[in-house]
Structures are given as C-alpha cells and as structure tokens.
C-alpha cells in the first residue's frame, strides 16, 4: 500500500493533500512526481515569499535584489546583457531594475571606456551596503530552512538536487 492510499497523518504537508487530490480526480495517473516536485515548487514559493517580506522596508523588489546580488558577486561592473545572462531576466526587465534602482541611488551606470556607447552597472556604496545588510539575512534563512538535516543529508540533497537541476538545463523533455 503506498503512502497516498493511507488516511490523512500526522506528519502530512500540504503536497500530501495536493496529491491525494490527484489521485482521487486521476486515478489512473501515477502522480509521484509531486512528491518531489511539488514540494521543489512550495518550499521555492515560500522562501521567495520571506524574501519579499524582508525586502519590504527597503523599497526593492526581489527582482532588484537579483540585479543588486548579480553585480555584488562580481569583481568588475556588469554590462546589462551580463546581468540579463546570471539573473535570467529579459533585456527589457533588467534595464527597468537598473533605472529603478539607479532613481534609488543603489547603482551607478558608467561609460565603458573603449567604447562609449556600452553602459556598465555597478552598486554605489548604498547598494553594497544594503547587500551586506541583507544577503547575510538571507542566508540565515536558508540555514533555519535546512535545520534538522544532517551535514550529510544536506550533501545528498544537494547531489540529489544537482541532478534535477542538470535535467532541467538541458531543455523540455519533449
């Protein structure tokens, strides 16, 4: 008998009650899948979700975090395709953060030197320092997020996630 033809349990979660309801409308649909991707997909959802809420008082979107992070991790000021090409966004998206967050005073565009028409992004000090504030923060959360997982456990998740991960990039399974 597997886990989904039981009755409801303790230690249930929401996806649990998701695919008990597949099951129940799709019977003849082996719904396993949502096991692990369901809840890929609702623990994503929720941490977004806490990331946005302390993102608040700040005046900036998770989106401008992103473009913030990207420039944060990089050595050298970023043109805007280079941001477009780490945070996935479109052109289009990427350049209304960048004004966004140049209105703000949290990025600075530059002039590339041997060729002026190549705009660089780069965090002015307000924009490094509220990545220092909150990147910190985040961090925490993702620890408390993994509490109750071994040092090995984290490992294998990690391997095990890896491999989700290099499917995905490889394109649709179509």
């Not at 477009?84 to 953060?97: I, L, P, R």
């Not at 949290?106 to 490094?128: C, I, K, N, P, S």
């Amino acid at each position: 008998m597997c886990a989904m033809d039981q009755a409801n349990s303790p230690e249930d979660d929401f996806i649990d009650k998701v695919r008990r309801e597949w099951n129940r409308a799709y019977p003849d649909i082996d719904t396993s899948p949502v096991e692990v991707m369901g809840r890929i997909t609702r623990i994503s959802s929720q941490s977004l979700h806490q990331l946005d809420r302390a993102l608040a008082p700040s005046g900036v979107s998770r989106a401008e975090f992103d473009v913030m992070s990207a420039l944060a991790r990089s050595d050298r000021p970023l043109r805007a395709s280079e941001v477009t090409a780490v945070t996935m966004f479109s052109g289009a998206a990427t350049t209304k953060h960048a004004d966004r967050l140049a209105k703000f005073g949290l990025v600075e565009r530059q002039r590339f030197e041997r060729d002026g028409r190549v705009v660089l992004l780069q965090l002015t000090e307000a924009g490094r320092a509220l990545v220092e504030s909150e990147f910190p923060r985040r961090v925490e959360r993702d620890r408390r997020l993994l509490s109750g997982l071994t040092e090995d456990e984290k490992v294998q998740l990690t391997a095990l996630l890896k491999r989700i991960s290099v499917n995905i990039d490889a394109g649709p399974p179509d």
